[in-house]
């Protein structure tokens, strides 16, 4: 069943169930004060039974923010493909969608995507109809067809594609470009060729800006390396909302923490903004840092020949 079909009751129940366990581990992860979940062993699915659960699934809902959802599924064992369907159609096949129905539903379609598609997927190959094969089992047969009021969508890809760095990826707008598109034409965006359309676009911004993220995060290390060749202890970090010495050994403790935390979340703001500017500050310190910082003066004088000689 498809997340276009009218479900019965016991299509509909058959779903809360499977939902069960991972809206069981929502309430306990985040804490959220809500009764016990009405499917229990023995649950006999009935119009009555599936309405009372319905609406426990939606009393979570209201409680549950994209971002959460977003980092649980992303850490958790229990989002299999199997789960991710489920997901989908539970929230696509509300009769009345909220905003955070519609990010929720745009997360999942790409996290789905993301699942199913081979690891070695090369970007020309993401095209509309391998995106729409792809999520045929949730959104049910396709012709896509790219809609006349998302045809600046590909701009938007290009030009995020063109970003060197992550910081221009951020400060290009096209993030925000593709944000926008969403809330101006939420009424359309459960239809199935804008949902293809979105999921593709979202799939292709994530690959972008994971990219472009280990880029700095390779950076920031290579450069941390070599400022300790130099003989540098520390650097201002100030601007990353770090020390004005910073030791380097604790950043690259930071680098690798950063590495695990945004391999699971990608939009993670005051962290991300801090790798950016980490990136910055030790840019800056690979061309002057050593002028500035007395410490390191101290270190290299004291590696420097004849050191601690009287004259």
Known sequence: MTASTQPSFEDQGATLVALQPIYSALVREFVIDVAECPIADGFSPSPESVQQAADWFQQVDGQIQVHQLRQFLQTTPLANEVVLRHLLVHHMQKPTKSNSDRDKTDFLLVQYFSLCAPSGLEDADVDLDYVAQVLEPVLGPQEPKL??????????MQSAARSKRLSELLHSG??????????????????????VAFARFS??????FFRLMHDDLNAIQDGLRELERRGVATIDCRRAQFSAEEPIGRLRMICQSWKVMFH?????GQPLRMLVDLRAAVDDALQNGARKNPL??????????GAGTKK
């Open 174 to 195: 096209t993030l925000e470009q593709g944000r926008k598109l969403k809330t101006q034409n939420a009424a359309r965006y459960f239809e199935p060729a804008a949902m």
């Open 296 to 305: 390191a003066k101290s270190a290299s004088a004291s590696a420097s020949p």
């Open 203 to 208: 799939f292709m911004i994530r690959r972008i």
């Open 147 to 156: 809609p006349a009021w998302l045809s600046s969508l590909e701009a938007i």
């Open 264 to 268: 699971a979340e990608y939009s993670s």
